[in-house]
T-cell receptor, first 111, second 113 residues
Framework: RKEVEQDPGPFNVPEGATVAFNCTYSNSASQSFFWYRQDCRKEPKLLMS???SGNEDGRFTAQLNRASQYISLLIRDSKLSDSATYLCVVNPLNSGYALNFGKGTSLLVTP | DAGVIQSPRHEVTEMGQEVTLRCKPISGHDYLFWYRQTMMRGLELLIYFNNNVPIDDSGMPEDRFSAKMPNASFSTLKIQPSEPRDSAVYFC???????????FGQGTRLTVV
């Protein structure tokens, strides 16, 4: 069983829609959490970190529920440029600074 | 800074041949990671280094895979002999201790025929 699980999608949504992605992780000792974005045939890039109190960056909101070992990403007012794969990422306590990646959720925003 | 630099960008080789992938991390970053990405398995950590020392190589699939980091500005991942199932995109990433973000290179797309 993979340590970080995501619904692969694809999620097809119209421009302007709100879409939410979820992710679960198995290692309760995990200490850091992130969402990365990966465009087609490109490298992953950090989208945002995820904090226990929740955090927002423009149209993007990330939430962490440590009790349920669950992470979410909400995208409001979707843009065509949001089309990408969104990777849920966890840094387990005993892994140094190595990051464990989910397989990603594919998002396609259509006109 | 130019970011993490990987070479080659694409590699096509025949089964049984040796393949060497190269990575130059961002200057000053003390952690370097090698990942492999496939459709089936996603991004998998192969090995990572801290201050040029291998810390965890448990993700290296077989003895055919080896990685070195002779100095702070260079690392290699070698596959010998290569097999078709090694076909994947190999990413190198670097990070500063305490910094949250890992920066990835553009990857090497390896095809073994």
């Amino acid at each position: 069983r993979k340590e970080v699980e995501q619904d692969p999608g694809p999620f097809n949504v119209p421009e302007g829609a709100t879409v939410a992605f979820n992710c679960t992780y198995s290692n309760s000792a995990s200490q850091s959490f992130f969402w990365y974005r990966q465009d087609c045939r490109k490298e992953p890039k950090l989208l945002m970190s995820v904090y226990s109190s929740g955090n927002e960056d423009g149209r993007f909101t990330a939430q962490l529920n440590r009790a349920s070992q669950y992470i979410s990403l909400l995208i409001r007012d979707s843009k065509l440029s949001d089309s990408a794969t969104y990777l849920c990422v966890v840094n387990p306590l005993n892994s140094g600074y190595a990051l464990n990646f989910g397989k990603g959720t594919s998002l396609l925003v259509t006109p | 800074d130019a970011g993490v630099i990987q070479s080659p960008r694409h590699e096509v080789t025949e089964m049984g041949q040796e393949v060497t992938l190269r990575c130059k991390p961002i200057s000053g970053h003390d952690y370097l990671f090698w990942y492999r990405q496939t459709m089936m398995r996603g991004l998998e950590l192969l090995i990572y280094f801290n201050n040029n020392v291998p810390i965890d190589d448990s993700g290296m699939p077989e003895d055919r895979f080896s990685a070195k980091m002779p100095n702070a500005s260079f690392s290699t991942l070698k596959i010998q002999p290569s097999e078709p199932r090694d076909s994947a995109v190999y990413f190198c990433a670097s990070r500063i201790r305490g910094n949250t973000e890992a920066f990835f290179g553009q990857g090497t797309r390896l095809t073994v025929v």
